[in-house]
Antibody, heavy 118, light 107 residues
Framework: QVQMVESGGGVVQPGGSLRLSCEAS????????IHWVRQAPGKGPEWVAF????????MYADFLRGRFVISRDNSKNTVHLQMSNLRLEDTAVYFC???????????WGQGTLVTVSS | DIQMTQSPSSLSASVGDRVTITCRAS??????LAWYQQKPGKVPSVLIY???TLQSAVPSRFSGSGSGTDFTLTISSLQPEDVATYYC?????????FGGGTKVEIK
Protein backbone atom coordinates (compact mmCIF):
# COMPACT_ATOMS: atom_id res chain seq x y z
CA GLN A 1 0.00 0.00 0.00
CA VAL A 2 1.34 3.41 -1.00
CA GLN A 3 2.12 5.58 2.01
CA MET A 4 3.33 9.16 2.04
CA VAL A 5 4.44 10.68 5.33
CA GLU A 6 5.12 14.41 5.46
CA SER A 7 7.06 16.12 8.22
CA GLY A 8 8.94 19.30 9.04
CA GLY A 9 6.09 21.76 9.34
CA GLY A 10 5.87 24.34 12.07
CA VAL A 11 5.52 28.01 12.88
CA VAL A 12 7.92 30.40 11.18
CA GLN A 13 8.12 34.17 10.91
CA PRO A 14 7.69 35.98 7.60
CA GLY A 15 10.94 35.90 5.68
CA GLY A 16 12.01 32.71 7.40
CA SER A 17 12.85 29.28 6.01
CA LEU A 18 11.63 25.76 6.55
CA ARG A 19 12.50 22.36 5.10
CA LEU A 20 9.74 19.83 4.59
CA SER A 21 10.38 16.12 4.16
CA CYS A 22 8.34 13.37 2.58
CA GLU A 23 9.05 9.71 3.17
CA ALA A 24 7.38 7.31 0.73
CA SER A 25 6.80 3.58 0.91
CA UNK A 26 4.77 0.86 -0.75
CA UNK A 27 6.09 1.38 -4.27
CA UNK A 28 9.38 1.46 -6.16
CA UNK A 29 10.27 5.04 -5.22
CA UNK A 30 13.02 5.58 -7.78
CA UNK A 31 10.58 4.88 -10.64
CA UNK A 32 8.11 7.67 -9.84
CA UNK A 33 8.00 11.43 -9.76
CA ILE A 34 6.72 13.21 -6.67
CA HIS A 35 4.57 16.32 -6.32
CA TRP A 36 4.00 18.78 -3.51
CA VAL A 37 0.49 20.21 -3.18
CA ARG A 38 -0.67 22.62 -0.50
CA GLN A 39 -4.01 23.63 0.92
CA ALA A 40 -4.44 26.86 2.81
CA PRO A 41 -7.13 27.05 5.51
CA GLY A 42 -10.55 27.26 3.88
CA LYS A 43 -9.09 27.15 0.38
CA GLY A 44 -8.73 24.56 -2.33
CA PRO A 45 -5.67 22.43 -3.08
CA GLU A 46 -2.89 24.17 -4.98
CA TRP A 47 -0.15 22.44 -6.94
CA VAL A 48 3.31 23.58 -5.79
CA ALA A 49 6.14 21.57 -7.33
CA PHE A 50 7.20 18.36 -9.06
CA UNK A 51 10.40 16.36 -9.26
CA UNK A 52 10.96 13.67 -11.86
CA UNK A 53 11.87 10.10 -10.85
CA UNK A 54 15.62 10.71 -11.32
CA UNK A 55 15.64 14.28 -9.99
CA UNK A 56 16.69 15.70 -13.36
CA UNK A 57 13.48 17.60 -14.05
CA UNK A 58 11.92 19.97 -11.55
CA MET A 59 8.88 22.14 -12.07
CA TYR A 60 7.40 24.88 -9.89
CA ALA A 61 4.20 26.87 -9.70
CA ASP A 62 4.68 30.35 -11.13
CA PHE A 63 3.56 32.06 -7.92
CA LEU A 64 6.60 30.72 -6.03
CA ARG A 65 8.98 33.05 -7.87
CA GLY A 66 11.99 30.90 -7.04
CA ARG A 67 11.47 30.75 -3.28
CA PHE A 68 11.07 26.96 -3.01
CA VAL A 69 13.41 24.17 -4.11
CA ILE A 70 12.38 20.54 -4.47
CA SER A 71 14.91 17.71 -4.23
CA ARG A 72 14.96 13.98 -3.72
CA ASP A 73 17.19 11.26 -2.31
CA ASN A 74 16.39 7.93 -3.94
CA SER A 75 18.64 6.06 -1.49
CA LYS A 76 16.31 7.14 1.35
CA ASN A 77 12.95 7.21 -0.46
CA THR A 78 12.68 10.85 0.51
CA VAL A 79 11.72 14.12 -1.11
CA HIS A 80 12.39 17.52 0.39
CA LEU A 81 10.88 20.95 -0.12
CA GLN A 82 13.19 23.76 0.94
CA MET A 83 11.09 26.86 1.48
CA SER A 84 12.66 30.28 1.91
CA ASN A 85 11.51 33.89 2.19
CA LEU A 86 8.18 32.60 3.51
CA ARG A 87 5.11 34.79 3.34
CA LEU A 88 1.86 34.85 5.28
CA GLU A 89 0.10 33.38 2.25
CA ASP A 90 2.33 30.27 2.36
CA THR A 91 0.42 29.16 5.46
CA ALA A 92 -1.08 25.80 4.49
CA VAL A 93 -1.02 22.07 4.93
CA TYR A 94 1.58 20.65 2.55
CA PHE A 95 1.11 17.22 0.99
CA CYS A 96 3.48 15.08 -1.06
CA UNK A 97 1.94 12.81 -3.67
CA UNK A 98 3.07 10.08 -6.00
CA UNK A 99 3.07 10.94 -9.70
CA UNK A 100 1.45 8.21 -11.76
CA UNK A 101 1.41 9.32 -15.40
CA UNK A 102 -2.12 9.52 -16.72
CA UNK A 103 -3.70 9.13 -13.29
CA UNK A 104 -4.91 11.49 -10.55
CA UNK A 105 -3.64 11.66 -6.98
CA UNK A 106 -4.92 8.50 -5.32
CA UNK A 107 -2.84 8.44 -2.16
CA TRP A 108 -2.83 11.39 0.20
CA GLY A 109 -0.99 11.46 3.51
CA GLN A 110 -2.10 13.66 6.39
CA GLY A 111 0.18 16.49 5.36
CA THR A 112 2.32 18.80 7.45
CA LEU A 113 1.11 22.21 8.60
CA VAL A 114 3.21 25.29 7.88
CA THR A 115 2.15 28.45 9.67
CA VAL A 116 3.80 31.72 8.73
CA SER A 117 3.06 34.25 11.42
CA SER A 118 4.74 37.15 13.17
CA ASP B 1 0.15 27.03 -16.96
CA ILE B 2 -3.24 25.52 -17.66
CA GLN B 3 -5.98 27.31 -15.74
CA MET B 4 -9.00 25.38 -14.48
CA THR B 5 -12.18 27.39 -13.93
CA GLN B 6 -15.02 25.84 -11.98
CA SER B 7 -18.58 27.04 -11.64
CA PRO B 8 -20.52 27.68 -9.59
CA SER B 9 -18.34 28.32 -6.54
CA SER B 10 -21.18 27.16 -4.32
CA LEU B 11 -24.67 25.79 -4.63
CA SER B 12 -27.55 24.80 -2.43
CA ALA B 13 -29.98 22.10 -3.56
CA SER B 14 -32.62 19.83 -2.10
CA VAL B 15 -32.23 16.14 -1.42
CA GLY B 16 -33.05 14.29 -4.62
CA ASP B 17 -32.15 17.19 -6.92
CA ARG B 18 -29.90 16.81 -9.92
CA VAL B 19 -26.73 18.84 -9.45
CA THR B 20 -24.30 19.88 -12.17
CA ILE B 21 -20.83 21.38 -11.73
CA THR B 22 -18.73 22.57 -14.65
CA CYS B 23 -15.01 22.87 -15.15
CA ARG B 24 -13.31 24.63 -18.05
CA ALA B 25 -9.64 24.26 -18.96
CA SER B 26 -7.75 27.15 -20.53
CA UNK B 27 -6.40 24.78 -23.18
CA UNK B 28 -7.31 21.33 -24.44
CA UNK B 29 -6.45 18.54 -21.99
CA UNK B 30 -8.02 15.57 -23.81
CA UNK B 31 -9.75 13.56 -21.06
CA UNK B 32 -6.99 14.05 -18.49
CA LEU B 33 -9.32 15.35 -15.83
CA ALA B 34 -10.26 14.13 -12.39
CA TRP B 35 -12.95 15.14 -9.95
CA TYR B 36 -12.29 15.04 -6.20
CA GLN B 37 -14.65 15.21 -3.25
CA GLN B 38 -13.44 16.77 -0.02
CA LYS B 39 -15.40 16.64 3.22
CA PRO B 40 -14.51 18.89 6.17
CA GLY B 41 -11.36 17.77 7.97
CA LYS B 42 -10.54 15.15 5.34
CA VAL B 43 -8.15 14.99 2.41
CA PRO B 44 -9.54 15.04 -1.13
CA SER B 45 -10.58 11.70 -2.60
CA VAL B 46 -10.95 10.79 -6.26
CA LEU B 47 -14.50 10.43 -7.53
CA ILE B 48 -13.89 10.33 -11.26
CA TYR B 49 -10.82 10.09 -13.47
CA UNK B 50 -10.28 10.16 -17.22
CA UNK B 51 -13.20 12.65 -17.23
CA UNK B 52 -15.88 9.98 -17.00
CA THR B 53 -14.54 6.84 -15.26
CA LEU B 54 -16.01 6.26 -11.82
CA GLN B 55 -13.49 5.41 -9.11
CA SER B 56 -14.05 2.09 -7.36
CA ALA B 57 -16.73 2.23 -4.62
CA VAL B 58 -18.07 5.63 -5.72
CA PRO B 59 -21.89 5.64 -5.90
CA SER B 60 -23.36 5.49 -9.40
CA ARG B 61 -25.30 8.75 -8.85
CA PHE B 62 -22.01 10.49 -9.64
CA SER B 63 -21.05 10.84 -13.28
CA GLY B 64 -18.61 12.84 -15.36
CA SER B 65 -18.48 13.91 -18.97
CA GLY B 66 -16.52 16.08 -21.34
CA SER B 67 -13.32 16.22 -23.31
CA GLY B 68 -10.98 18.90 -24.55
CA THR B 69 -11.74 22.01 -22.51
CA ASP B 70 -15.25 21.57 -21.07
CA PHE B 71 -16.18 19.07 -18.39
CA THR B 72 -19.13 18.33 -16.15
CA LEU B 73 -19.67 16.53 -12.86
CA THR B 74 -23.27 15.47 -12.24
CA ILE B 75 -24.92 14.13 -9.11
CA SER B 76 -28.15 12.60 -10.36
CA SER B 77 -29.94 12.61 -7.00
CA LEU B 78 -28.31 14.66 -4.25
CA GLN B 79 -27.97 12.88 -0.91
CA PRO B 80 -27.15 14.35 2.51
CA GLU B 81 -23.78 12.57 2.52
CA ASP B 82 -22.81 14.43 -0.67
CA VAL B 83 -22.35 17.68 1.25
CA ALA B 84 -18.73 18.50 0.43
CA THR B 85 -16.52 20.63 -1.75
CA TYR B 86 -15.76 19.30 -5.22
CA TYR B 87 -12.61 20.07 -7.21
CA CYS B 88 -11.59 19.34 -10.75
CA UNK B 89 -7.93 18.78 -11.60
CA UNK B 90 -6.01 18.30 -14.78
CA UNK B 91 -3.21 15.76 -14.99
CA UNK B 92 -2.45 16.47 -18.64
CA UNK B 93 1.01 17.75 -17.70
CA UNK B 94 3.20 17.65 -14.61
CA UNK B 95 1.65 20.99 -13.59
CA UNK B 96 -1.43 19.45 -12.03
CA UNK B 97 -3.67 22.47 -11.61
CA PHE B 98 -6.84 22.32 -9.54
CA GLY B 99 -10.06 24.22 -10.06
CA GLY B 100 -11.24 26.64 -7.39
CA GLY B 101 -13.85 24.28 -5.99
CA THR B 102 -17.63 24.06 -5.68
CA LYS B 103 -19.16 23.86 -2.22
CA VAL B 104 -22.34 21.80 -2.24
CA GLU B 105 -24.91 22.23 0.53
CA ILE B 106 -28.38 20.92 1.23
CA LYS B 107 -31.22 23.41 1.05
Amino acid sequence: QVQMVESGGGVVQPGGSLRLSCEASGFNFRDFGIHWVRQAPGKGPEWVAFVQFDGNLKMYADFLRGRFVISRDNSKNTVHLQMSNLRLEDTAVYFCLQDVPGAPFDYWGQGTLVTVSS
Amino acid sequence: DIQMTQSPSSLSASVGDRVTITCRASQAISNHLAWYQQKPGKVPSVLIYAASTLQSAVPSRFSGSGSGTDFTLTISSLQPEDVATYYCQTYDTARRTFGGGTKVEIK
